[in-house]
């Protein structure tokens, strides 16, 4: 059974810095994009950076400057490393991977992780 397991979420100031990590748990062939996303309190998900096997970045333009996220392939896992953290950074953040769990699989699957809280606060 292949599953997301994040870590590192928690209560920080403002100005301060995170860093998120998810990991694949089970077997799998390849994950393809990794990312992140984030949702808070009476608002819709939304995304807050993705990142390719070969290492290709995208980021929403709220985070743009302040988060990078990185990947290591040969561990399965992703990482966010939040700084300059504002209070509208408020939310849970969910990461997502897109997976091929075998070589012989046609279509790869949508997983995500269970959702950290992130509240930045003073």
């Known amino acids: 059974q292949v599953q997301l397991v994040e870590s590192g979420g928690g209560l920080v100031q403002p100005g301060g810095s995170l860093r998120l990590s998810c990991a694949v748990s089970g077997s799998i062939f390849r994950a393809n994009v990794m990312g992140w996303y984030r949702q808070a309190p009476g608002k819709q998900r939304e995304l807050v950076a993705t990142?390719?096997?070969?290492?290709?970045?995208n980021y929403a333009d709220s985070v743009k400057g302040r988060f990078a996220i990185s990947r290591d392939n040969a561990k399965n896992t992703v990482y966010l490393q939040m700084n300059s953290l504002k209070p509208e950074d408020t939310a849970v953040y969910y990461c997502?991977?897109?997976?091929?769990?075998?070589?012989?699989?046609?279509?790869?699957?949508?997983?995500w992780g269970q959702g950290t809280q992130v509240t930045v606060s003073s």
């Open positions: 990142i390719t096997s070969g290492g290709s970045t």
């Open positions: 997502h991977a897109d997976i091929i769990r075998r070589a012989w699989d046609i279509r790869s699957g949508d997983y």
